[in-house]
């Protein structure tokens, strides 16, 4: 059984950074991209961040590029989501995501993912 279990969130200030986790378990990710996704109050779902398991290549929503960066740990089984330069407009639920030999452009298509996590809140104060 597959599980995506996100952790990190929490509030923070204007500029303030956090890191979000993503441990991954049930099934073997070597051919899956693992994306970031978040949703804030009142808004869709939209794309962040997304890494591909195998290989490394990153792909950045253009509203967090230079600020976020996504990475993953072999190891560990789990992808990390750096955020810096936090803004109040960050504020959502952010979801982990799995799918499997997606290709661009449907990596930012939520629709395509296989596995979501149970999501994480992350509150910037102004």
């Known amino acids: 059984q597959v599980q995506l279990v996100e952790s990190g969130g929490g509030l923070v200030q204007t500029g303030g950074s956090l890191r979000l986790s993503c441990a991954a378990s049930?099934?073997?990710?070597?051919?899956?991209?693992m994306g970031w996704f978040r949703q804030g109050p009142g808004k869709e779902r939209e794309f962040v961040a997304a890494?591909?398991?195998?290989?490394?290549?990153?792909y950045y929503a253009d509203s967090v590029k230079g600020r976020f960066t996504i990475s993953r740990d072999n190891a560990k089984n789990t992808v990390y989501l750096q955020m810096n330069s936090l803004k109040p407009e960050d504020t959502a639920v952010y979801y982990c995501?799995?799918?499997?030999?997606?290709?661009?452009?449907?990596?930012?298509?939520?629709?395509?993912?296989?596995?979501w996590g149970q999501g994480t809140q992350v509150t910037v104060s102004s």
């Open positions: 995501n799995a799918g499997r030999d997606l290709i661009a452009p449907y990596y930012s298509d939520f629709r395509r993912y296989d596995y």
């Open positions: 890494i591909r398991w195998s290989g490394g290549s990153t």
């Open positions: 049930g099934r073997t990710f070597v051919r899956y991209v």
